[in-house]
């Protein structure tokens, strides 16, 4: 062939500066796009090998290599793939976006899977010229009687094409990197970027440094492998030492007797892992094997909680593995990764498109051939399609959650305080996704016990007591004081939650000694939570532990207790200055409670919103939305009694301080000026009643 000169074919001339700038966002994804493409090139001849159209020859082994090159500032790419002739390069490398794939899977669409064929648009030789000055090709087809072509360009719309040197089937690609990306000639990049994009690639890929020594190893004969050439037999010597024995003399000890060995040329290693585990079926898959993969791609070393394999061949092909990773404390990150591949062709990390947001919390893989990827093969193209592969997800990890519920709730429980995170924020994310989980949402309750919501909605309902209604207006509860008329009174029933085991300690003492129960909820998600949940399930409502005096935990003698009532209100009011505070007083049943403060769900609830928006730099004042308290005495404790007694001595307002400081203690610390009082008011209360 006589060497031709010519233009490519394009359209315009300034397509070249707009593919090298910006076709991809990033520039180490040449690497990607040239890997997929020599991958392609083998994948194709084993295709026609298959159909019939070409017999491969004995021995052949598929490989990709990459060389680089650090003092010629080059890096290759070499595969022993298809090939192409001097027609095909014209038409696949000289006229831009014409896809070899395409035109391969359309020659031969009646003949074989098309699974693997990875490029798509005919674009992906062309990030070359992000990074280099100069690209040559070297090519032969596997067609018989075919001649090696060389092709080059500097990156212009020109290039000369001739007849090349290449001796055996398949496509060199040379990278001559231009100064400001002499970093891909590094080894240590070089491999960096195989282990980010071609881990997985169905091809074994072999990094190399031009020109290096042959290195060598040693191997028993018994391990001897047909395809290993002997350099020489090596021999070893008896390994021994000197011992000497009790009567003082010594004998020689043999450690490791003779022996020869076979000096081979030593075998390079593949960088990426041809059949990932996804690929597999998960029968196949043993628990130590998923542990592993888990290690090797997220380098996390705490074993995660358990994995749902996901394996789909209709109405779209998609496979994967979703790990739940275990959080060992508060201050762990929970933000995940979700790895998407394109053909075992890695596309990027955690794309909302594909993944439910809320799974972005998970580790794992997902692979689906059949994403609409854009040109760039970096994002996806907006399509309807990907909404079902998102929601075919999100149902696979519902049903995998809802089965271990089911068939094995010990696990369940055992693995809840690490994955309620991930499903409540599902639930508040996706729809569809709390349908499926509602009922298989635990629980945890001040006994250490996990409860769903149904059973939790059981032990709550109570049979009616009609001596309830009868009630002496005194000794009536302070929501039901201020109850709507009947017609607008709330029927739904009440789930109790604590929010702070340790703040709320009194209170739970109350409720255990009652035998009543309350969930634990002490997450900043459970707020929306169960805001949520009371939306989308409006026969019963959650309250704080300390929204309201239930009912089983005061006495119901019948007594008078307005005048009590009166004379309290009276000094707690003087005493507090809190117009917004109300006094009810009851006789509790825990006699060792002075007092309760109540404070409005509502309210409180809406205050706590106002402080994450105020803390999150909204400039709303939260002190605006300050909630209602209720402040209930107990007119039986000595210290309610006292202050009724000596309603007119001077210790009378600071021991209402006291008391309503106490109680206010138990449902959130004190502020600085608070607590700085309270300290002061102790010890004063103490020198008077010392001094007397």
């Known amino acids: 062939m006589k060497e031709k000169h010519g233009s490519l074919s394009i359209t315009s001339e300034n397509i070249f500066p707009v593919i090298k700038k910006w076709l991809y966002s990033d520039h180490d994804i040449f690497l990607r796009e040239l ?5 392609d090139a083998i994948t194709k001849l084993k295709k026609l090998d298959a159909m019939g159209e070409f017999s491969i020859p004995a021995g052949y082994k598929p490989e990709v290599h990459i060389i680089f090159d650090s003092e010629k500032k080059t890096l290759t790419i070499s595969d022993n793939g298809i090939g192409m002739t001097e027609d095909e390069v014209e038409k696949y490398i000289n006229q831009i976006a014409f896809s070899g794939a395409t035109d391969f899977l359309t020659k031969f669409k009646d003949k074989g899977d098309q699974d693997q064929i990875i490029g798509h648009f005919g674009l992906g030789f062309y990030s070359a010229f992000m990074v280099a000055d100069l690209v040559t090709i070297d090519s032969l087809s596997y067609q018989d009687g075919a001649k090696a072509v060389h092709w080059e360009c500097d990156g212009g719309t020109d290039f000369s094409m001739k007849d090349g040197e290449r001796d055996h089937f398949g496509t060199t690609i040379t990278l001559h990197l231009n100064e400001d990306c002499l970093e891909f000639c590094n080894e240590y990049r070089v491999r960096e970027l195989i282990n980010k994009y071609c881990s997985f690639m169905p091809t074994p890929i072999y990094l190399e440094k031009a020109n290096a020594e042959t290195e060598y190893e040693e191997i028993n004969p018994d391990d001897k492998r047909d395809d290993d050439t002997v350099i020489e037999t090596v021999h070893h010597d008896a390994k021994t030492h000197e011992k000497k024995n009790d009567d003082g003399s010594t004998e020689v000890v043999e450690d490791e007797p003779a022996k020869d060995m076979l000096k081979i040329v030593k075998r390079p290693v593949a960088l990426n892992d ?46 994967g593995i979703l790990y739940f990773p275990k959080i060992n404390s508060e201050y762990d990150s929970i933000e995940g990764t979700i790895k998407l591949y394109n053909n075992q062709v890695f596309v990027a990390d955690n794309i909302k498109e594909v993944i439910p947001e809320f799974l972005m919390l998970l580790k794992g893989v997902i692979d689906c051939p059949d994403l609409p990827l854009n040109v760039s093969r970096s994002a996806l193209q907006n399509d309807g399609f990907v909404k079902k592969i998102s929601d075919y997800i999100t149902k696979k990890v519902a049903d995998k959650l809802s089965g271990l519920c089911k068939t094995d709730r010990e696990s369940y429980e055992k693995y809840w305080d690490d994955i309620s995170p991930f499903i409540k924020y599902g639930c508040l994310k996706d729809d569809k996704f709390c349908d499926k989980m509602n009922d298989y949402i635990l629980f945890k309750d001040i006994y250490d016990k996990y409860t769903t919501l149904p059973d939790l909605l059981k032990k709550e309902e109570k049979p009616e007591d009609a001596t309830e209604e009868k009630k002496d207006e005194n000794t009536a509860s302070d929501s039901e004081q201020n109850a709507a008329p009947e017609e607008e009174k709330d029927t739904r029933k009440s789930i109790y939650y604590v929010t702070d085991l340790l703040q709320q300690s009194q209170y739970i003492q109350l409720f255990k000694e009652q035998k009543q129960n309350a969930v634990i909820l002490d997450k900043v998600i459970d ?32 007594a008078d207790l307005k005048a009590d009532t009166d004379t309290l209100s009276e000094i707690f009011k003087k005493a507090i200055a809190n117009d917004k505070l109300t006094i009810n007083v009851m006789k509790i049943k825990n006699k060792d409670t002075a007092a309760i403060l109540n404070v409005s769900e509502e309210m409180r609830r809406m205050q706590d919103m106002m402080k994450m928006y105020s803390m999150n730099g909204s400039g709303m004042d939260a002190s605006m939305f300050a909630a209602p308290e209720t402040l209930v005495l107990n ?14 001595s001077d210790l009378a307002l600071d021991f209402a301080k006291q008391i309503y400081d106490m109680a206010k203690l138990a449902n959130a610390p004190l502020d600085a000026n608070q607590m700085t009082e309270f300290l002061k008011r102790s010890n004063k209360i103490m020198l008077a009643l010392a001094n007397k």
């Not at 890997?35 to 991958?39: L, Q």
């Not at 791609?297 to 074993?303: H, S």
């Not at 039986?636 to 006292?642: A, M, P, Q, S, T």
């Open 35 to 39: 890997v997929s493409n020599a991958c």
């Open 527 to 558: 707020t929306s939570f169960i805001s949520q949940l009371e939306q989308r399930n409006p026969d019963y409502k959650f309250l704080r532990i300390d929204a309201d005096l239930t009912d089983s935990l005061v006495e119901n003698d019948g």
């Open 274 to 319: 041809t059949n990932p585990l996804w690929m597999k079926t998960p029968s196949e898959c043993t628990d130590e094997e998923y542990k592993t993969f888990y290690r090797k791609v997220f380098n996390d070393y705490k074993e995660p909680l358990f994995w749902i394999h996901l394996n789909m061949d209709y109405p779209f092909n998609l496979k």
């Open 635 to 648: 007119d039986d404790h000595e210290l309610v009694r006292y202050i009724i007694d000596h309603k007119d």
